[in-house]
Every structure is written in C-alpha cells, then in structure tokens.
C-alpha cells in the first residue's frame, strides 16, 4: 500500500472528477491520501473530502506561507479553533517562500514560527514548505525537538543531512523523475531510507510520462518506481518502507 503524504485534493482542479479521481488512486493502491490545509477558503473543501473518504483521506491544519499576507494573524486565530473541533495528523501546510516572495519574509517566520508552537504544544508534526528557504527553516528551528517533513525536498546533501540529523523526514514527489535532477536522486541514494516519505503535491509536479498535465494521487507509483531505482530495490519494497515512514511519522 502506498501513502500520499502531501496532496491537495480539494482543489478546484479536481471539481469535474473529485471522487473519480480519489477512486483511481484507491484502485492503484494509494489508499491513504494525506491534505495540506492552504488557507480559510480551503479548510471547507478539504473537511469535505475527509467526510466523503474517511478511510482514505486525513486532513492537517496551517496556513501555506503563500496566503501569508498583511490579515495573517486573525487568520491563524480563525484556524486554530478547528484543533479542538476535528483530529489532524498534522499542522501544515506552514513554511516560508522565498521564489514568489520575499518582501513578507518577517511576516512568514513570524507565522511560521507560531504554528511551530502549535505543533509543539499539541505534539504534532509539521509539514514545512521549504521553497529557496530550507537552510533558513533549518537555522530558525534551532534546537527546538519538533518532528514533521521538509515536503517536496529537491536541496543537497548538505541540507539532507540537516533535516535527517534533526530526525525529521524529506518528502520525495514527482520532481524526482525530470531527467534535470540527476542530482537529486544522487542525494536521495545516500541517505536513510527510514527518513523518506513519498507525496504527489497534486494537482501540482506532475511525474514523467504525466509532466505539465495536472497531476493526481495515482500518479504516486511513478515516484516510486523512480526511488526503488535509486534504492537498487523493488517499488513494492520501497511502498513498505516509505508507508512504514509515513504511519510512524504521522500516528496513522
């Protein structure tokens, strides 16, 4: 069974085809599908999809550092309430975005890091977005003992390290399979496979043969056969492994 620890299956890209598409990926054998909230216009949607799957899909809560504008702090007060009204398996989607913007950068840590809080006080994990940030996360988090994921890792060596030092996870997805990150599989062959978790980011990062057409939670399988490639093992055993990471990193 595989484990698509970071899809937005909620999105309005999915309007024509929702359940279908959350059927096809049951039926590829993706049968937990973990969502990432994004902002208050998502938490509804999402909430929706948990209650027509409850098997299948499991909600986080946060506030994605792209929605951070100037009204973010009666946001995240408009956000936390729903801890105590619902079971999540983690907050997130929290982070901070230096390709899109920088000009908020104080207003993303400052979100960051209060949502950081909440993990901590609700002994939850963290599901970070890391976009030209990781090494700015990393020094941020300092020696605070939060567990969570750095999501749709594509860094180095150097920042693999860091994260799996801190006993956190990096979140491997479609980028993986674009023949331009040769890198990256380099990387993901080094290090411990107890630390990797596997994602589609759907609707978005499509894998190859899928790139630039919308993606989906089917799509996970061709993440894994890319990483049992550079495991030197079957897709099977890396679905073992990679689920296992999953369960134990998010109390499923």
């Known amino acids: 069974m595989l484990i698509d620890t970071h899809t937005h299956l909620y999105s309005s890209q999915f309007e024509a085809d929702r359940h ?7 039926d590829e054998g993706v049968e937990l599908l973990l969502l990432p ?10 909430h929706q999809l948990e209650d027509a799957f409850p098997q299948n899909c499991r ?14 702090q009666e946001v995240l007060e408009q956000l936390l309430p729903w801890f105590g009204k619902r079971n999540y398996v983690a907050v997130g989607e929290i982070g901070i975005d230096l390709f899109w913007r920088q000009d908020n950068l104080p207003e993303q840590q400052q979100a960051f890091l209060q949502q950081i809080g909440w993990a901590l006080e609700l002994d939850l994990p963290v599901v970070i977005h890391s976009r030209e940030s990781c090494s700015l996360i990393l020094d941020l988090l300092g020696d605070m003992d939060v567990k969570g ?5 594509s860094g180095s060596k150097e920042e693999a390290d860091r994260i799996l030092a801190r006993g956190m996870y990096v979140g491997i997805g479609g980028v993986i399979t674009f023949k331009a990150n040769q890198g ?7 290090i411990d496979h107890s630390r990797v978790l596997l994602e589609t980011d759907s609707p978005y990062l499509a894998p190859i043969p899928y790139r ?13 056969d890319t990483l049992a490639d550079c ?22």
């Open 20 to 26: 279908a598409m959350v059927q096809r990926a049951i």
């Open 37 to 46: 909230n994004i902002d208050l216009g998502s938490v509804g949607p999402m």
């Open 59 to 72: 909600s986080m809560m946060g506030l994605h550092p792209g929605s951070v504008e100037h009204d973010w």
């Open 149 to 153: 994921v750095f999501h749709c890792f």
């Open 184 to 190: 990256v599989r380099e990387v993901l062959a080094q």
């Open 212 to 224: 630039g057409k919308r993606n989906e939670s089917a799509y996970l399988r061709h993440v894994a």
């Open 231 to 252: 495991w030197g093992m079957s897709a099977h055993e890396v679905a073992q492994i990679t689920s296992s990471n999953a369960r134990k990193l998010f109390n499923l």
